[in-house]
RNA sequence: CGGGAUGUAGCGCAGCCUGGUAGCGCACUUGCUUCGGGAGUAAGGGGUCGGAGGUUCAAAUCCUCUCAUCCCGACCA
């Protein structure tokens, strides 16, 4: 392509309402315009990159019988009641009624659509398994979208199920499904680990995820170098604690005068104790009511773990308000002692004693407290979030790091979930009806080539790995209006063209430092600078972008080695 | 949804406190010069000051409401 016959609208400064790297760099290089909240459209630089991440995908999903369909984005209410997701779902469901005052949404996932099609389409054993995967824009009403095209409310998405006629044959295509995202990931430059994770709404009982390690990530990552072992901090499990408490040195539960000393931090310093001695009361509401989970002071609790512990469709921290209103007592103040709800105590207490909680009276503590003498605990269990150098789960020796990440793929083992409650069933062999078994599989098109940014940049802006790149070369005259230089650059850029490389060739009457600028700023990997006094004595200059390394090179023979220099990148 | 902030030219901002009819840098157009890392110069085009209402002789500026966008948190994955 001539640049100057494209549309790439480079910005020197970023817009003022960009926050992380990507986005900053996404808007200056021309691929991206914000039109609404969390709403973006791509321009065709960007476009060239996200058709790329596509192809990744699609080719790795062919590879492991994968079928591309095209499915509605706009869906009818009625398969959503269905599932119950309608209700379920909440607010993130773009819900919209046609003129006939019927109820669609604007689909965030496909699920309902997939599993319609395939219960009415596919009767037998021997159709099974199928997977079909689709890549098409989504939309979910985030409460607040952010970081530019990486998380954005309307985003393209990936999305793969896949239906199976029993559970291993599921686990099978689930394997090879984690393959397939591990290729995808490594193809696109990234680097990436692939973490167990929670199912959260899509439901299910199995997944993991797949995360771009950033700084700007939004999700923490707890990992273990000895062993491998990686989990989304939701669901990293702490190592197990021994049930053997020491009865040695008890004493007496003593009621304390803290006014005014609510948090860990105030009772700590004003006991003059530390902050492990200390046991944190913190009440969580649910379906059925309240619970009260107990962690040591220095940890936090983990609603994730203690929602799939306790089996509850949903788990969320009471309001001061529900507090005071259904039990009575003054926040800051709580604690298990006599607390008349189940109450669920991490495993770290089964060591503490002589420990230090609430009373459950405004301005006062117990101390002294022991779990068995004190408390009644309806069960104990891994309730708390993992801290780095916590102790590896998995090995003997190794140490949790955390890291944040970026969620660029999730796979779910969904099970009978959807096929359930839509009755997607097939004959086996002896005719008998039996329920579907699912999997699906997302990847995010745009966040994937936001990840990649965020991974691959420098202070003069992107630096596209080859397989990402929207050209992989872009030849910069140094004068297009001289006509040798003007002829070596058309004929090297249709060599180029005919080595099947996608060249760019800056056509534009500006000067230098201004293609240099925005060659550098939207990354292609090679810059070819084409200039008269290097060509007066038979050279051509050849810059890599990544390292800006520049090299003097025989022209014309250079050009054949074009290929291998890309190679190498 | 709670807290905070910001809306003035395509982008980045000043002006607002102390009302007097809109400005700077970049970008854009034209001429001349320049031409190997975001050129210099001269001339120019472009703004319902987010919107509505109010106060006033007079509102970008003061008041009220509203919309939008961003940040922090909660939420979500």
Known sequence: MYYSKLLIPTLKESPADAEVISHKLMVRAGMIRQLAAGIYSVLPLGLRVLKKVENIIRDEMNRIGGQEVFLPSIQPAELWQESKRWDFYGKELLRIKDRHDRDFCYGPTHEEVITDIVRKEVKSYRQLPQILYQIQTKFRDEVRPRFGIMRGREFI????????????????????????YANVFTRCGLKFKQVQADSGTIGGSFSHEFAVLADSGEDEIGFCDECGYASNIELAESRPVSSTTPADGEDKLNEVHTPGKK???????????????????ILLENENGLVAGLVRGDHEINTVKLKNFIGCEWLLPA?????????????????????????????ALFTLQNFVTGANKADTHFTGVQVQRDLKVREFGDFRSILPGDPCPKCKNGIYQVKRGIEVGHIFILGTKYSEAMKALYLDSNGKENLMIMGCYGIGVGRTAAASVEQNHDEKGMVWPLNLAPFSVVIIPVNFKKEDLKNTCESIYNQLLEMGIEVLLDDRPDRLGVKLKDADLIGIPLQIIV???????GNIEIKIRKTQESQLHPFPQAIKDIPNILKDL
């Open 157 to 180: 998405m990936k999305d793969a199920y896949s239906f199976h006629a029993d559970e291993e044959d599921t686990k099978k295509t689930y394997e090879q499904m984690a393959q397939a």
């Open 531 to 537: 200039g008269p006094k290097n060509l007066e004595e």
């Open 319 to 347: 309001s001061e308000k529900t507090i005071e209103e259904k039990l009575g007592l003054p926040c800051g103040y709580i604690g298990p002692v006599e607390l008349d709800i189940p109450v669920y105590a991490d495993q």
């Open 263 to 281: 948090s860990v931090e105030e009772v700590s310093e004003f006991l003059g104790i530390p902050d492990k001695q200390i046991v944190k009361t």
